[in-house]
């Protein structure tokens, strides 16, 4: 017999489409005790505006209040998970710097809630966040599916990050030779070709053969971009 987390893993792994793949999550969070479920994903590039994309069965009212006022900027759930991966439960403590959002938040149905982030080696960051209308959270509650959430934030993470990052982030997936991460090495720390050239013990026609190799794959208008784009990504 598959464990709890067997079945869910190949549930969440098995979804061939982002619609799929949060009627799944849903589905899961429904069973531990939430109504309301949200998946957020933060690309690491580009740099200046960073790609977000977010999956939710919030009701349409709230996500375009959410949307509206910004409350992205004011979110303290969003703000902790992007400093540490240690799960949050929602109380008024949390939201006490931002108590319009959350009284708006709970006029919304939102008043129970707990979130958790993750990221991956290539700087992909998940926020998933469960929540509900009523019933306080108790300790015997938390003590039973505590340990399932933060297991389902990474599973989600993976899952989702599958059918993601492939398609708005192909850098990611760039086969880069061990010479041409050298290069971007030195590079990154300010280095000119012709001083990675001595350092590498090569010519600099060399290194920038492997620079230019490295653009291409990277998709990147110059080396400095993709020294960039590189460390970004953990191929450093």
Not at 37 to 54: E, H, N, Q, S, Y
Not at 134 to 147: G, W
Not at 164 to 186: H, S, Y
């Amino acid at each position: 017999m598959l464990s709890w987390e067997e079945e869910q893993i190949q549930s969440l792994l098995s979804a061939k489409t982002e619609t799929a793949f949060f009627a799944v999550l849903s589905r899961i969070a429904l069973k531990l005790g939430f109504d309301y479920c949200a998946f957020g994903m933060r690309l690491p590039l580009p740099i200046a505006d960073p790609k977000v994309i977010t999956l939710n069965n919030y009701s349409t009212s709230w996500q375009q209040r959410y949307t509206q006022e910004n409350y992205i900027a004011v979110d303290p759930t969003v703000s902790h998970g992007m400093k540490s991966t240690l799960p949050l439960v929602w109380s008024d403590e949390v939201f006490s710097k931002s108590r319009a959002f959350w009284e708006d938040a709970q006029s919304h149905g939102l008043r129970i809630g707990w979130a958790q982030s993750c990221h991956d080696r290539r700087g992909v960051s998940g926020l998933l966040s469960l929540a509900r209308s009523n019933d306080q959270f108790s300790i015997s509650e938390l003590n039973d599916i505590s340990l399932k959430m933060s297991w389902l934030t990474q599973a989600a993470q993976q899952g989702l990050s599958r059918l993601l990052v492939p398609k708005f982030l192909p850098e990611a997936n760039a086969d880069l030779t061990p010479r041409e991460i050298e290069v971007l090495r030195w590079t990154a720390d300010g280095k000119t070709s012709n001083e990675v050239g001595d350092i590498m013990h090569i010519s600099e026609r060399t290194v920038n053969f492997h620079v230019t190799n490295a653009l291409i794959k990277l998709n990147a208008p110059n080396k400095t971009a993709a020294a960039i784009k590189a460390a970004m990504l953990g191929m450093l």
